[in-house]
T-cell receptor, first 112, second 114 residues
Framework: SQQGEEDPQALSIQEGENATMNCSYK?????LQWYRQNSGRGLVHLIL?????REKHSGRLRVTLDTSKKSSSLLITASRAADTASYFC????????????FGSGTQLTVLP | NAGVTQTPKFQVLKTGQSMTLQCAQD?????MSWYRQDPGMGLRLIHY???????DQGEVPNGYNVSRSTTEDFPLRLLSAAPSQTSVYFC?????????????FGPGTRLTVT
């Protein structure tokens, strides 16, 4: 069963707007990661947030983690057409042996 | 570094045929994994390895075998292909376990079983 579930499944915005994607997971976790996948390509790591962190930034990306609500969000500010991709969260459950579990993804379309 | 490489990029098999998907990495990563990606379902873990000679099952291991004789290579074998195995397969490697490190993904193999 999938640990992370993203919301919304699809998101369409105009260039320059901010995009927010949410991820919920089922059990307590060690870490949570976000990945991007361009059409027809492999996944590319964006950011990792540990269970004792609440917020992390990387360039135009901001990730938050709320362990009490078992949720995380990815904010992309000032979006560009090149940000068009699928975005996945991947949670690593506490106590598990090395199994990162991916959600089903959010398809982001940034319109020029 | 080439990173994670996968061959072939595309493959069509008939039901019942067998084949091996190749995966190699040149980053000296101990941990390697195989995932399949189906439309609308994200990635599901098939098998993984925490070092040469050590493999374990993931969420959807049935119909697949793996071995890890070297740190660099982690081939995935389909024993008797079925239409349900039509999918995109990704190999990934990472420096360490417990989700504490980023995973590096290969470009994928798109497999169709007829």
């Amino acid at each position: 069963s999938q640990q992370g579930e993203e919301d919304p499944q699809a998101l369409s915005i105009q260039e320059g707007e901010n995009a927010t994607m949410n991820c919920s997971y089922k059990t307590s976790i060690n870490n949570l990661q976000w990945y991007r996948q361009n059409s027809g390509r492999g996944l590319v790591h964006l950011i990792l947030i540990r269970s004792n962190e609440r917020e992390k930034h990387s360039g135009r990306l901001r990730v938050t983690l709320d362990t009490s609500k078992k949720s995380s969000s990815l904010l992309i500010t000032a979006s560009r057409a090149a940000d068009t991709a699928s975005y996945f969260c991947a949670a690593f459950p506490s106590g598990s042996a090395r199994q990162l579990t991916f959600g089903s993804g959010t398809q982001l379309t940034v319109l020029p | 570094n080439a990173g994670v490489t996968q061959t072939p990029k595309f493959q069509v098999l008939k039901t019942g045929q067998s084949m091996t998907l190749q995966c190699a990495q040149d980053m000296n990563h101990e941990y390697m994994s195989w995932y399949r990606q189906d439309p609308g379902m994200g990635l599901r873990l098939i098998h993984y390895s925490v070092g040469a000679g050590i493999t374990d099952q993931g969420e959807v291991p049935n119909g697949y075998n793996v071995s890890r004789s070297t740190t660099e290579d982690f081939p995935l074998r389909l024993l008797s292909a079925a239409p349900s195995q039509t999918s995109v397969y990704f190999c990934a490697s990472t420096l360490g376990g417990y989700g504490g490190y980023e995973q590096y993904f290969g470009p994928g193999t798109r497999l169709t079983v007829t």
